[in-house]
């Protein structure tokens, strides 16, 4: 007997998981993790987040009422209010004037712009690379972003909080049920998983650009405090 296809989510976890590796063992990410960036260093990946996700959740309205993409949009997931109380309390309230996006960021909130309004399934691998990302990995790096810097909630680390997401697992489970529920062509599946490919390179560049806040050498942590 011929054993089924594996569903639509389980084949994009698959072909994806080696950019994943790839994004996820970054060096900037690793330091972020081992607690080795100083403020500022965290403060420089808030300020890209900002402008990525103003880009997506733009976007995200604007594909709210889409019939592939609606579906994914949800305001429980929604990340520039936490961002924005974040800049205020690292960087004070004008924290717009002093800060801006490097050209990794801003090259890749193009292409968030760009696919949103021409192509429904290159949006949601945007949507899905992100958010899910942020409900995986994401909450580890908040738990070592809390202890690093003694941040909560309230003074720089809100956006590593869903509120109302009590069980991400659950949540992304049902998230990648709704993928398998939509049922793609072939073109569009390959279109989505070719998308969130280019996604993760967006992150990976991202966080190239971000690697100049890691230390030349090991550093103790109470010398970057
Ligand atoms: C410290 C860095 C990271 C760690 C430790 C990490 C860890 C993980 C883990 C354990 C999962 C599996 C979760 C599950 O099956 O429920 C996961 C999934 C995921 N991660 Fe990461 N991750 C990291 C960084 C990233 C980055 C930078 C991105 C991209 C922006 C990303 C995007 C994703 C996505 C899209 C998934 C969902 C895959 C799927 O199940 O379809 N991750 N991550």
Same mark, same amino acid.
């Given at each position: 007997?011929?054993?089924?296809?594996?569903?639509?989510?389980? %084949?994009?976890?698959?072909?994806?998981?080696?950019?994943?590796?790839?994004? $996820?063992?970054?060096?900037?990410?690793?330091a972020?993790?081992?607690?080795?960036?100083?403020?500022?260093?965290?403060?420089?990946?808030?300020? !890209?987040h900002?402008?990525?996700? !103003?880009?997506? $959740?733009?976007?995200?309205?604007?594909?709210?009422?889409?019939?592939?993409?609606?579906?994914?949009?949800d305001?429980?997931?929604?990340?520039?209010?936490?961002?924005?109380?974040?800049?205020?309390?690292?960087?004070?309230?004008?924290?717009?004037?002093?800060t801006a996006?490097?050209?990794a960021?801003?090259?890749?909130? $193009?292409?968030?712009?760009?696919?949103?309004?021409?192509?429904?399934?290159?949006?949601?691998?945007?949507?899905?690379?992100?958010?899910?990302?942020?409900? &995986?990995?994401g909450l +580890?790096?908040?738990?070592?972003?809390? %202890?690093?810097?003694?941040?909560?909630?309230? &003074?720089?680390?809100?956006?590593?909080?869903?509120?109302?997401?009590?069980?991400p697992?659950?949540?992304?489970?049902?998230?990648?049920?709704?993928?398998?529920?939509?049922?793609? &062509?072939?073109?569009?599946e390959?279109?989505?998983?070719?998308?969130?490919?280019?996604?993760?390179? +967006?992150?990976?560049?991202?966080?190239?650009?971000?690697?100049?806040?890691?230390?030349?050498?090991?550093?103790l942590? $109470?010398?970057?405090?």
């Open positions: 007997m011929d054993t089924p296809p594996l569903p639509f989510s389980a %084949r994009l976890r698959a072909a994806t998981q080696g950019a994943h590796t790839a994004a $996820e063992g970054q060096q900037y990410v690793t972020l993790v081992a607690g080795e960036l100083d403020l500022a260093g965290y403060l420089d990946l808030v300020v !890209q900002h402008a990525l996700y !103003q880009a997506l $959740e733009s976007a995200a309205e604007v594909m709210r009422a889409d019939p592939v993409a609606g579906g994914f949009v305001d429980a997931l929604t990340r520039l209010p936490a961002l924005e109380a974040d800049l205020t309390a690292l960087a004070g309230p004008d924290w717009a004037l002093r996006p490097n050209p960021t801003v090259a890749y909130a $193009e292409r968030i712009r760009a696919v949103a309004g021409t192509s429904p399934v290159r949006f949601v691998a945007h949507h899905y690379t992100r958010y899910l990302g942020d409900l &995986s990995g +580890h790096i908040g738990r070592a972003v809390a %202890r690093r810097y003694g941040l909560t909630g309230q &003074s720089g680390a809100a956006f590593y909080t869903f509120a109302r997401i009590d069980r697992k659950a949540y992304k489970e049902a998230y990648r049920a709704r993928l398998d529920a939509l049922a793609l &062509s072939p073109a569009d390959a279109a989505l998983l070719d998308e969130v490919l280019v996604a993760y390179r +967006h992150n990976t560049a991202v966080f190239a650009a971000l690697a100049r806040h890691v230390p030349a050498g090991p550093v942590p $109470e010398a970057v405090a």
